[in-house]
């Protein structure tokens, strides 16, 4: 979806967007700030990963970040850490990077479960 798509959407409020990053581009970022008015130091956080878990609180969205256990080989388990930005019409989601591979996605879990 384009940003300008999703700039028309907003002003609606009767859309629910979610957004998910790998390594927000500098366009990417833009968007962020200019669209969604997120805070110059949240986007920070957002880019510089390890930081300790938190909830801040703003005027338009929270910011969140928590470290939830990811499995990384057999019988290792390790933390991670999870990104989200929850507007009243969005969540925004960005895993760390090096834990990026371990998502299951929907057909990965769906092709398990069947055999």
Known sequence: ????????????????????????????????????????????????????????????????????LMHRKKWQIEPSELDLLLGRHYQMNQLEEDYRDQRITRRDYEMRRDR
């Open 1 to 68: 979806m384009s940003r300008d798509a999703v700039a028309d959407l907003f002003p609606r409020g009767d859309a629910n967007l979610w957004f998910h990053f790998d390594s927000p581009t500098e366009e990417e970022l833009r968007f962020l700030q200019e669209d969604l008015k997120i805070h110059h130091l949240t986007l920070e956080d957002v880019v510089n990963q390890h930081q300790r878990p938190k909830v801040e609180s703003f005027e338009d969205y929270v910011y969140i970040a928590i470290h939830p």
